[in-house]
Structures are given as C-alpha cells and as structure tokens.
C-alpha cells in the first residue's frame, strides 16, 4: 500500500498560509488602514487565475487557499479597523483620527 500525504502537505501549508495572513492583516491595517483593500483584491484574483493553470493538483490548491485567503483578508482589514477602535489593538500614530 503507498501513502498519498497529499492531503497532509495541503493541510500544512493551508495552515501556515491562514497563520501568515493574521498578522499580515494586523501590520497592514496598522501602517496603510483598510484602503489597501484593493491590493489584497488584486492579489487574490491573480492567485486564483494562476490556480487554473497548474497541472499538479498541490500547486494549484496552495494557490487557490492563498488567493482565497488574500479575498478573506479584505474583510479582516475592516474588522480589525473595529477592533482597533475598541482599543484591543494599538492605533497607528501618525494616522488622523476620524
């Protein structure tokens, strides 16, 4: 019998990917606030596209979890702004307050 760790290698990465993205989220909404958006946009639509044409099923998954992870990120950007707002994370500075 041969194993296919396939599946675990995906989990893995998917893991790291969603863990990355976390403080990515926080550190960019800090410095640029939720109006970098758009490149979190940009960068998943590309990431997704780029998914189609991978012939190994892997690549073309970590792609797909990555671009959609970059699509997820778009919302977090605006909830992290809130929980900003509340107090649990520290506000930029230099930014004007609304």
Partial sequence: M???????????????IIGAFHPLVIKVEYHFSKGIWPVFLLIGIIAM???????????SAILGVFGFS????????????KRVEKGWFPANPKREKK
């Fill in 70 to 81: 970059a699509l997820w990120s778009i919302g977090e950007l605006f909830e992290q702004e």
């Fill in 49 to 59: 596209v780029l998914s189609v044409f991978f012939e190994r099923i892997l690549f």
């Fill in 2 to 16: 041969e194993l296919n760790i396939t599946g675990l290698i995906l989990g893995v990465i998917t893991f790291i």
